[in-house]
């Protein structure tokens, strides 16, 4: 049968995501006739890319979506929000934030997330402290901290799980400390979908990945090579941890609880210039 439309569908590498779409991009459950040409990329690309237009549908840090509404609208699926699965900050043991005059910061991407909240968090308790940010892949944050390119590193993904075993040393827990201000989980990452498409396509789309995500968790051995493929991290344990911290409830549905937390993720950055407030409405459906 020829599908209704082939819609470009794209997503990171990260066990969570791949875990989520496995279904879609094996066409192991019913896609109503539609078709996904799937991409796979590091989050901060696909915020590039996104802020091109490049993508029907696309995951996205939630700091992206911010700057993109007039482009993309909120799917109420996919999402990765969730309590004690924040952002770290790490460095070489015996450093602190203060140490240095002009610290260098390696950062995994300026539209992600992650430094959104690092900024909110050194607004708070390290204000005025002169930084030198330096963005760069996810991956590679790490190795620049080991090797001395920089003093500290904000690590996301798979990161928090290893970064002991490599000798580095926890500084911060920036989504510890956005639950202590806010009481909310910790707004991470989305999928977005281009405004254009109709309402109708995106609601069943939307279905899909609700689909996508029970038939994951009904049959998770066969997510596993998919998962393991693209995974930066191969360890069978730490691809577990990472799909049980970051998939979740709030991934079938962001829910109440999920609308406030980004509401005031939106509102922080607003009020520190970071991004420039819109009056688009969040949602798709």
Not at 63 to 74: C, P, Q
Not at 167 to 174: I, P, S, T, V
Not at 230 to 252: G, T
Request: net charge negative.
């Amino acid at each position: 049968m020829k599908p209704n439309k082939t819609y470009s569908l794209a997503y990171s590498s990260c066990p969570n995501d791949t875990f989520i779409f496995k279904a879609i991009a094996g066409q192991l459950i019913d896609l109503q006739g539609y078709a996904f040409d799937i991409v796979l990329e590091d989050v901060e690309t696909l915020n590039q890319n996104a802020a091109k237009g490049a993508y029907d549908i696309t995951k996205l840090s939630f700091a992206a979506f911010g700057s993109l509404m007039d482009k993309y609208a909120l799917l109420r699926t996919g999402s990765a929000l969730g309590m004690g699965c924040g952002p770290l900050i790490i460095s070489n043991p015996g450093r602190s934030l203060d140490d240095k005059a002009r610290p260098v910061i390696a950062v995994p991407g300026l539209g992600t997330t992650a430094y959104h909240l690092f900024k909110f968090y050194m607004d708070d308790l390290f204000k005025g402290q002169d930084m030198q940010v330096m963005p760069m892949p996810f991956e590679k944050v790490m190795p620049a901290v080991m090797e001395n390119k920089a003093d500290f590193g904000v690590i996301i993904h798979e990161g928090r799980f290893v970064y002991q075993t490599m000798g580095l040393e926890l500084k911060a827990d920036l989504g510890q400390w956005w639950e202590d201000k806010t009481s909310l989980p910790i707004p991470l990452g989305c999928i977005a979908v281009k405004r254009d498409i109709d309402p109708k396509v995106v609601c069943t789309i939307q279905q899909l990945i609700r689909q996508s995500i029970d038939h994951a968790f009904l049959n998770p051995a066969m997510a596993y090579d998919y998962i393991q493929t693209h995974a930066q991290e191969l360890d069978e344990d730490v691809i577990q941890q990472h799909i049980e911290l970051y998939v979740n409830d709030f991934s079938k549905d962001i829910g109440k609880n999920g609308e406030a937390a980004i509401t005031t993720f939106f509102e922080k950055a607003w009020a520190s210039g970071l991004i420039e407030k819109s009056r688009m409405p969040l949602f798709a459906c």
